[in-house]
């Protein structure tokens, strides 16, 4: 039943988050609001929603090695599984210029949190300083858009504009079940998530960093697989960054103001390190402008099986029994 739980979660999760954002672009333009805007806001924070969830529902329960590790290990997904299965199909380019600065933004929010998860307890205070932080970013990204035109929010709508409700009441029952639905669906995953780790003798954290971060990092997964597809690599690899921002300082943040969060000494030692890792690598790729082509794709891929492995083998420092 808790396998079947952590399933039902997941799949509610996911099919919610997608309602919420496309009701929401949906409302959004029936509101003449700019694609630009809804770009920066909506699809930006819609993809996270599933993270964002889960983490406040793991905080309020106590839970918080699945609340970090959620955050966490979404984030060693992103830059290895959501880029490196993409560009199996199609080799994922951008503007590198563009890109090396964001990586840089996005590794400088993962210090700052690395710095506060050291400090011991994420307080109140520090919860709005990450998502301050966040929205100091959001703001001088969408001066600097505007400046230089708003293609590529153009692009990073296209998905969702197919198949999108074409009324005003229909968009706010998108909206309604999806708000609904991502509650529902983030209690049965962290219940799931917890009763799984308590039965099979491995611990919370590990769970987060999986299972949890694995099944709410599929809505990036699925967003750059199809703009590999569209040929759309700025689109993918904008996700990616944005995803992780948004993940290591807005949900975090948010998560803390509502009850302060321990990060497991698991994380501390080990995942944290390895995500910044896994983030300098990228500054490395824009950096030598190279496309992330299928070898290097497959590489990223490799290198996240290799993770997950590691987990379950007690390769972070943590004895865990596997669960096979």
């Not at 230089?148 to 009441?169: F, H, S």
């Not at 690599?233 to 995803?243: E, F, H, P, T």
Request: negative net charge; glycine residues 10%; proline residues 2%.
């Amino acid at each position: 039943m808790m396998y079947l739980q952590v399933a039902a979660g997941l799949v509610i999760l996911l099919v919610c988050g997608e309602l919420l954002v496309r009701g929401a672009v949906a409302l959004a333009e029936q509101f003449n609001i700019s694609k630009l805007i809804i770009g920066f806001t909506i699809v930006a924070f819609g993809t996270s929603a599933p993270e964002l969830v889960v983490c406040i529902q793991a905080a309020l329960d106590g839970a918080s090695g699945i609340a970090v590790g959620n955050v966490v290990g979404s984030n060693i997904a992103n830059i290895l599984l959501v880029l490196g299965a993409p560009a199996l199909i199609y080799p994922l380019t951008c503007d590198n210029q563009s890109a090396l600065r964001d990586s840089f933004i996005v590794i400088g929010g993962t210090l700052l949190f690395t710095v506060l998860a050291w400090t011991g307890s994420i307080a109140v205070w520090q919860g709005a300083l990450l998502v301050a932080t966040l929205a100091a970013v959001i703001y001088l990204a969408y001066r600097r858009a505007r400046k230089e035109g708003g293609g590529n929010a153009d692009e990073a709508l296209e998905e969702y504009e197919e198949n999108m409700p074409k009324t005003l009441w229909i968009s706010l029952l998108f909206i309604l079940i999806g708000l609904v639905g991502l509650v529902v669906g983030s209690r049965l995953l962290v219940s799931g998530a917890v009763s799984i780790a308590t039965a099979a003798g491995v611990s919370e954290e590990i769970i987060g960093l999986t299972l949890v971060a694995l099944g709410t990092s599929l809505p990036e997964l699925a967003t750059s697989i199809i703009a590999a597809f569209r040929r759309h690599g700025d689109v993918a690899i904008g996700n990616v960054l944005g995803s992780n921002l948004f993940n290591i300082t807005g949900i975090i943040g948010a998560a803390a103001i509502i009850k302060p969060i321990t990060a497991p000494e698991q994380i501390l030692h080990f995942d944290l390190f390895f995500l910044l890792g896994a983030s300098v690598l990228l500054i490395l790729i824009f950096y030598f402008k190279k496309p992330i082509g299928r070898v290097l794709g497959g590489a990223l891929f490799l290198s996240y099986l290799a993770y997950v492995l590691s987990q379950f083998m007690g390769v972070s420092g943590v004895y865990s029994v596997a669960m096979m």
